[in-house]
């Protein structure tokens, strides 16, 4: 049983992992991943790395650092951290650290350096949940139906640093709604034509491509391309995966 809403982090920390479940193959479940704490640091045993909170699964302790299970999860998104890039480029004219938003699923650190492991809110379940300590210097998270019981966890934090991270993660957000908007505009009624539904009877559905499918081997399209623009020169396709093996470990991961 828990029974520690005023207690301090590290001490619920350990009532969390005693209350948890091992489970070497966890992984984030997306939306209903409420958090990932990074407690490698106050583990009470010495294979506890993480501690994910989940609607379903309620407390999972694992021994993956945080920094590799927001990794696994964003290697199943076509996306990616590509978006977030993009956005600090244009907005900081750099790369800070990272957030990760796609669609309804937002995850974002309470640090602001994410190359390293370290603590992350699922801001699709806690956006309405959270509030400031008067100094700032501790953001408390109300999860008032968990376990059956209320819940409040509180986290050591400097306030103008995760409000960065998370108006940085919201603009995101934004903007990514603003390109589905467009591209949306752009097959607003094909379904309807005669072109679709002509081209839709002559052809094997079955035998159709999964938009991650399709949209790895565009990136593979568009690195082959910028490579041989580059070399002046044919490439080969053992060129090309390497090539795009290293773009995904420097732009997809949290590297």
Not at 163 to 190: S, T
Request: with cysteine; hydrophobic share 40%; aromatic share 10%.
């Amino acid at each position: 049983m828990l029974n520690c809403p005023n207690e301090g982090f590290e001490q619920l920390l350990q009532q969390l992992q005693q209350a948890a479940r091992f489970d070497q193959n966890a992984s984030i479940a997306g939306k209903t991943t409420i958090m990932v704490i990074d407690c490698h640091k106050q583990a009470i045993d010495p294979r506890y790395k993480s501690l994910i909170i989940d609607q379903h699964q309620e407390l999972i302790v694992t021994d993956k650092p945080t920094k590799w299970l927001l990794n696994q999860w964003m290697t199943v998104s076509p996306f990616g951290l590509s978006v977030t890039r993009a956005y600090q480029r244009l907005s900081h004219g750099r790369v800070k650290s990272l957030n990760y938003v796609l669609g309804e699923i937002m995850f974002v650190p309470i640090g602001g350096a994410t190359q390293h492991s370290t603590t992350w809110l699922g801001m699709h379940y806690l956006i309405d949940k959270y509030f400031y300590s008067a100094d700032g210097r501790t953001l408390y998270l109300k999860l008032d139906e968990f376990m059956k019981r209320p819940l409040t966890i509180s986290l050591p934090v400097r306030k103008h640093i995760f409000e960065q991270q998370l108006k940085d993660a919201q603009c995101v957000l934004i903007e990514q709604y603003h390109v589905w908007r467009w591209m949306k505009a752009q097959f607003q009624n094909l379904s309807q034509t005669k072109l679709y539904q002509e081209s839709l009877k002559n052809i094997d559905q079955a035998k159709l491509f999964s938009p991650s499918v399709m949209v790895g081997e565009v990136r593979m399209e568009l690195i082959t391309f910028s490579l041989e623009a580059a070399y002046q020169e044919k490439v080969k396709k053992e060129e090309v995966e390497r090539a795009s093996h290293e773009i995904i470990r420097r732009q997809e991961l949290l590297d």
